[in-house]
């Protein structure tokens, strides 16, 4: 599932719920990255998130498109 707070003003923070156990769940991540989708555009908000993975990556450019997405590597 996907979750959104409010943590300050125009500040939000997702937390997307996509894996079971240590496995990540694709289908799982499609599902909230279209949440994310649909809470963000109308926001005109920019997506920020640490690196994932090189599939990942491809999938947050591909679903979150039209959105600023930020992907950090630490």
């Known amino acids: 599932g996907a979750q959104f707070l409010e943590v300050g003003p125009q500040l939000w923070v997702a937390h997307l719920l996509a894996r079971r156990g240590e496995s990540l769940r694709y289908g799982a991540l ?3 990255l279209d949440k994310l989708q649909g809470f963000a555009r109308p926001r005109a908000a920019s997506v920020h998130t640490a690196s994932q ?3 990942v990556e491809r999938l ?4 979150l498109v039209g ?3 930020f992907v950090y590597d630490f």
């Open 60 to 63: 947050l450019r591909k679903m």
């Open 53 to 55: 993975g090189e599939r």
């Open 30 to 32: 499609e599902t909230c």
């Open 67 to 69: 959105l600023e997405v």
